[in-house]
């Protein structure tokens, strides 16, 4: 939240469900301490058992007629959100997909018949190119959301691919997922060496 509001981006749609309690209980209990008075936090509930996709279209209402950032918020990166919203203005569909490199989980052992002969990082392909889950959308992809059960990642952006109405914006600098223990424990690390690329505000 504080990268984004670095960015002018302050309004926050929290789209509540698994835990969605103990999420409040924070934002009520540090609301005037740790949480800018600026910023505006609508907390809404959209149900435990409630699919990525239902969960936006539960969002529906909440949402104005601007295009929007949405994010899952299990990762971080240096996205600039303004070069996002600049690519996704530039054509007509209805989502931006920030395309990023994955990142190289395992490293690859060379082989002489059995004799391991060395180990290597894994090479990042330059054209490989996987979804960053940080998006630009506009209000209408909630036409493309059947109800609760409906799954972001496999059901509507697959659909809007085939409509024409899904692009990407390529981010080459930071990013790192946050799905595992490990990744969290990296993550950390880089924050603590003072030199965190999503660590922008003052």
Request: proline share 4%; aromatic share 12%.
């Amino acid at each position: 939240m504080r990268y984004y509001a670095h960015f002018g981006l302050d309004h926050f749609i929290v789209a509540l469900g698994y835990l969605g309690g103990e999420i409040r209980r924070y934002f009520d209990e540090q609301h005037g301490s740790d949480v800018p008075s600026s910023w505006e936090i609508d907390l809404i509930d959209t149900g435990q058992n409630t699919n990525t996709g239902g969960r936006v279209k539960r969002l529906e209402t909440a949402i104005d007629e601007s295009p929007f950032l949405l994010t899952w918020c299990d990762g971080l990166s240096d996205v600039d959100p303004a070069l996002l919203l600049a690519r996704h203005e530039s054509h007509q569909g209805l989502a931006t997909l920030t395309a990023v490199h994955p990142p190289s989980r395992f490293g690859e052992v060379e082989l002489d018949d059995d004799r391991v002969t060395r180990f290597r990082e894994k090479p990042q392909r330059p054209d490989e190119w996987i979804n960053g889950g940080i998006f630009i959308v506009d209000r209408r992809v909630c036409d493309y959301i059947e109800g609760d059960d409906t799954d972001w990642d496999r059901a509507v952006l697959p659909r809007l691919a085939e409509d024409g109405l899904l692009f990407a914006y390529r981010h080459t600098s930071f990013w790192h997922c946050m799905d595992t223990l490990k990744e969290r424990r990296s993550l950390e690390s880089i924050w603590q060496s003072g030199s965190a690329p999503w660590k922008v505000w003052g």
